[in-house]
Each structure stands twice: as C-alpha cells, then as structure tokens.
C-alpha cells in the first residue's frame, strides 16, 4: 500500500513553532535545511517532514522520529524505521508518498508559464513536439521524469535528460518503473513513481495544525 498525504496552502507559522520542527531534526539534517536562502522554502521542507509524520502515524508505525532521519550522499533522506517514502513541494502544495511496496519517488510542480528553449535538453524531439510549448504537458512529462529520478536516488538535469518515458513507464540506467498521474490540485502536476505495481492507494489531504 502507498499512502499520500499532502496540504495546499502552509499554515501560519510561528519563529516557535519553526524553532521545535527543528528542533526534531538530526543536527546534520537540521543544519541543511537551515541554510535555504528563503524561509518560504524551510517551511515547505519542514512541513513535508512533519507530513511524514502524519503519514507513519495513519499507517500505525509506532517509535518513528524524525531524529531517526539519515540521508544518502546524493541527499536523499532515508529512515531504518519506515519502508520508501519520498516528499515533494512546489508553491503552495506539500506532499509525502509512504510506501511498504518498496522505494518510491513523487514528485509535483505548480502549473506555470515556461520557456521551452531552456529545457530543450531535458526532452527528446518527440517530447518536444509533444509539449509543444503546453505548459500542463510540459509539467505532465517532467513530474514523471522527476518522480523516476527521486526514486533512484539521484538528482540533476543529466538523470533528468537519461530518463526516457513510454507512457506509464519509465526507463533511467537500465531500471523499469512504474508511473501513475495523480490529481492532488488543479493548479498542479503530480506523478508518483514506483519499482512494482501499486496494490493500493490513499490518497489523504491534511491541515497541520
């Protein structure tokens, strides 16, 4: 089972509050977080975390803490304590994907205008005419993209570009995954990647309080 829980819109939060998210982190993953340049970008981070939260509690994991949090030395965060996971967050939307079919990779992005010149590389030609300068097509294909990318741990344009997408499957260094479109927002994009067929879904939205 995969269990989704995500917010649209962060709620108000306080220099206390934002001090005691902290505060549940592993200090070498408190003090990256710390160092994002805009606080807009901390709160998203940290309510993704507290969402993971959130999502262990709904699957009765019980012991599970944030402190427990680790990260490969590509950056992605890992935990002994829960099976994949993986948390996204663009604009006003927060999202976490907990997973005990095995790793998992969401990803989602606030539809925008876009220049398609700057990402030419990221698409092959057939992509390209696909898009067709759409900016809902172009954000359908790159949060699919992205979602096979952050399930395999990597990050970047070039694993970006190395992901080649056959409708709901996608291929990146000789892995086959799964793809599933989901509707979190109508202002939105979002994809979930997965390594075997996804049993079943819950899809849950949340206020954090």
Do not use: N
């Amino acid at each position: 089972m995969i269990h989704i829980v995500y917010l649209h819109g962060l709620p108000a939060v306080s220099r206390a509050r934002e001090r005691d998210w902290l505060a549940e982190l592993p200090p070498s993953f408190r003090e990256r977080l710390q160092r994002q340049q805009r606080r807009q970008r901390l709160l998203q981070s940290l309510a993704g975390l507290q969402l993971l939260k959130r999502a262990a509690a709904r699957r009765g994991i019980t012991g599970f803490r944030l402190a427990g949090l680790r990260t490969t030395a590509q950056g992605k965060p890992l935990c002994d304590e829960l099976p994949g996971f993986s948390i996204s967050h663009s604009g006003e939307l927060v999202a976490c994907a907990l997973s005990d079919e095995g790793l998992v990779g969401l990803d989602v992005e606030r539809l925008r205008p876009i220049e398609p010149a700057r990402f030419a590389r990221v698409f092959s030609a057939a992509e390209q005419a696909w898009i067709d300068g759409d900016s809902g097509r172009f954000f359908e294909l790159w949060t699919r993209k992205e979602a096979a990318v952050k399930l395999s741990g990597e990050h970047g344009i070039a694993q970006l570009r190395d992901t080649r997408l056959e409708g709901d499957r996608a291929f990146l260094h000789g892995r086959e995954l799964l793809l599933r479109p989901l509707d979190l927002h109508p202002h939105y994009r979002a994809a979930l990647a997965t390594e075997t067929a996804v049993g079943e879904l819950e899809v849950e939205p949340v206020v954090l309080g």
